[in-house]
């Protein structure tokens, strides 16, 4: 089950192009391409005259023809032609989905169409802000995106799992603060008078400093981590600021998209700096990745009288995990009013 | 730790009370400790109750009316206490060793510990190793009313995911 009417990201800009391209996000299969005048279009992946993929056809125009027996669809879903007959049925429609490209990534909302209007596609202008540099990656993760989401709400984690990279005691050392309002969750954690963690000493030469990260969880789909360090007594502003954007996206119950971008405020243009980060925060994902594959693989062997034994830590994570459940049955519900199977 | 829970996150829960606060926070897994809620309505009939008396104070609402802010908590690990009081010039809050202290406020807004603005039904909750002293300061606006919340544990206590 995945909360539906929520903006997710499904690609980078850069992995759309005038070509049909599969992505399976929520369970269901889109199929994506690019319009001759660079507008996205995102299309359920799945003939209506038998269910061939159309991801497996080619593009006509802006029109994308399936592979099997020619059937042609418009930008809307809409089949135009039917080369065997004159007449073109009426069920003869695959569902639009409502997309948005925003700062190089592209956001789609798989729920009602009606209701992706009002809600307005998170904030990521650090992607596209010439005052910043970024990073990217993007990666599909063997595991569910609620363990992604946990592990994003406790970075303890960080000191253990990425002990060469950006963990350190420093992490767990100090507390943290969590706030929660109707749809955010965020924790936050401040690190005053420490050792900046190994890559920011690489990074940035200092070695002394006070330091914070704050997670911030706009649910369901995006984590905004703002991290940074300063010289002690220095004001947060005027350190080293990074914007950690991780846009998580459930690909199926046991497998999700996972879209990264490092940003930061310094050494804009560094190409070295680049190098080294694109390559280090590489690893630290695939530390991340692993780790999570086998975390998957144990909690769905686990007897169901072992529940997790939480600890104050994971306040982020038990409020944001009551949040999606409360959200997951406001959406079923809303469904059933309606009379249609969630 | 410190939660800072807002009016928006509050849960609604049977008999018409929102659930501020609550400890284990997932129900059914831990042992009950405690919970904090509020009625809407000062006169609202005591919920249904478990083990320990519950203790009760009535808050004072930015509207003019008042609500009642229950406290239920299992007698044998914890004895809860209530002080209504407004924000005035400021004032501090020091905890104890096995304590949780809740801060909510009633009417108008207040600053805690020069960072966390809260407004009304916003609440803080302290607990954990951090922070022992919490500092109080008045809103922008007209005088806050604000609750405090002790929970004081026979043995050690925490607020429980
Ligand atoms: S399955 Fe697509 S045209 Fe037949
Ligand atoms: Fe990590």
């Known amino acids: 089950m995945f909360i539906k009417n929520a903006w997710y990201v499904i690609a980078s800009s850069d992995e759309i192009v005038h070509e049909p391209m599969k992505r399976t996000i929520l369970g269901d299969d889109v199929v994506l391409y690019r319009k001759l005048d660079g507008g996205v279009v995102a299309l359920d992946d799945r003939c209506a005259h038998r269910a061939y993929p159309l991801s497996a056809g080619r593009l006509v125009g802006d029109n994308i023809q399936c592979g099997y027996h020619g059937f042609e669809y418009n930008c809307a879903g809409i089949c135009v032609r039917v080369p065997a007959q004159e007449r073109i049925p009426e069920r003869a429609v695959v569902q639009a989905f409502p997309v948005v490209e925003a700062h190089r990534w592209v956001w789609i909302w798989m729920g009602d169409p009606e209701k992706a209007a009002a809600v307005p596609v998170p904030d990521t202008h650090w992607m596209t802000d010439p005052a910043w540099d970024r990073v990217t990656h993007t990666r599909l993760f063997h595991s569910s995106a609620d363990l992604i989401h946990d592990n994003l709400l406790d970075l303890t984690h960080e000191s253990f799992l990425h002990q060469s990279t950006i963990g350190d005691e420093a992490v767990y050392e100090n507390g943290i603060t969590v706030e929660v309002d109707a749809q955010t969750v965020s924790v936050d954690r401040w690190m005053p008078g420490c050792h900046p963690s190994p890559l920011f000493e690489k990074a940035t030469g200092l070695t002394l400093v006070d330091r914070w990260h704050t997670t911030e969880f706009q649910i369901p789909s995006l984590h905004v981590i703002h991290a940074g360090v300063v010289e002690p007594g220095g004001r947060r502003e005027d350190g080293h600021l990074l914007t950690v954007l991780n846009a998580i996206t459930p690909a199926t119950e046991n497998t999700a998209w996972y879209f990264y971008a490092f940003c930061r405020d310094f050494a804009v243009g560094d190409e070295a700096m680049n190098e080294l980060l694109q390559q280090s925060l590489g690893e630290v994902l695939t530390e991340d990745e692993d780790a999570l594959a086998l975390q998957q693989e144990r909690m769905e062997t686990r007897p169901a009288r072992l529940p997790d034994v939480l600890i104050a830590q994971d306040a982020g994570v038990a409020k944001a995990r009551r949040i999606l459940a409360r959200m997951l049955a406001a959406e079923a519900k809303e469904l059933a009013n309606a009379g249609r199977l969630p | ?161």
């Open chain 2, 1 to 161: 730790m410190r939660l800072v829970l807002r009016a928006g996150s509050h849960r609604e829960v049977a008999d018409g009370a929102l659930e501020v606060a609550a400890s284990p926070d997932t129900p059914r897994r831990e042992r009950w400790q405690w919970d904090i809620r509020v009625f809407e309505a000062a006169t609202a009939p005591n919920g249904s109750q478990r083990k320990g008396v519950p203790v009760s104070a009535n808050l004072g609402r930015g509207d003019g009316s008042a609500s009642r802010i229950e406290v239920r908590a299992d007698a044998e690990l914890v004895r809860p206490e209530i002080q209504v009081r407004s924000v005035g010039t400021g004032f501090d809050v020091k905890r104890e060793l096995q304590e949780v202290v809740a801060v909510i406020v009633g009417s108008g807004s207040a600053l805690a510990e020069g960072r966390h603005r809260l407004r009304e039904l916003d609440a803080l909750i302290l607990e954990g190793d951090d922070p022992y002293f919490l500092r109080m300061e008045p809103g922008p606006d007209f005088d806050a009313t604000v609750a405090v919340i002790r929970l004081k544990g026979t043995g050690s206590i925490g607020w429980v995911p």
